[in-house]
């Protein structure tokens, strides 16, 4: 998988987006249970899909320069789900996928968990039974849209290690009121901390649908 990971408080995270979507001829689908097999694509961000968007923060990215088919949705057959449909990446588009990065307090700090922009390296093809790698103008496509994002975040180093960082989430840093995952430790502004709960004993972020 191709992919780009950065950091960014969840209200810069939308201004990011609003970004990508004014900068590239792309539009955008909820990662979320549909009732039908398919999925509606936007070009605009409202505060309708806003509030689609917040339960699982991960929207996906089509667009005329590299998407030759519409999403591909399956169907989900037993539990709560059962009978929703769930936008496949692997298959169909080919789309790339765009996720906020996680942000909570716990202990007197702002968290941060990664967002990310990425694509598959491997996406199937129904017709022909067999996969077949991203194509040039995907790839493409992600480069442009990276260096998008990068125009809006700031590169920095944390414990040694580069990271792009928005603005907000790094004063926080640097205020000593936020902490990175670096690796499997966390740092703040002066050495490493102990993870936080969530980090302990379970995910991040929200959980994939099933």
């Avoid at 191709?2 to 990662?31: I, P």
């Avoid at 000593?176 to 709960?197: D, I, L, M, Q």
Wanted: hydrophobic share 40%.
């Amino acid at each position: 998988m191709g992919e780009f990971v950065y950091y960014s408080t969840k209200d810069e995270w939308w201004g990011l987006m609003e970004a990508v979507l004014e900068t590239h001829n792309v539009r955008f689908a909820v990662d979320r249970a549909y009732a039908e097999p398919w999925a509606d694509c936007h070009g605009k961000l409202t505060d309708e899909l806003r509030d689609e968007i917040r339960p699982l923060p991960r929207v996906y990215l089509v667009g005329d320069s590299f998407s030759d088919d519409p999403l591909y949705l399956w169907r989900q057959d037993g539990g709560i789900n059962a009978g929703k449909y769930f936008i496949d990446i692997s298959r169909g588009g080919p789309a790339m996928d765009l996720s906020m990065p996680a942000q909570f307090e716990e202990g007197g700090l702002v968290w941060f968990a990664e967002g990310s922009l990425g694509f598959q390296k491997l996406y199937w093809n129904d017709a022909l039974t067999q996969a077949y790698p991203a194509s040039k103008p995907l790839k493409d496509a992600f480069g442009l849209i990276k260096r998008t994002l990068q125009r809006h975040l700031l590169e920095r180093k944390v414990a040694k290690l580069k990271m792009w960082v928005s603005p907000k989430a790094w004063e926080l840093f640097e205020a000593g009121k936020a902490a990175f995952p670096v690796s499997v430790k966390c740092f703040t502004v002066h050495g490493e901390v102990p993870p936080p709960t969530p980090w302990r004993y379970g995910a991040t972020a929200p959980p994939e649908p099933p």
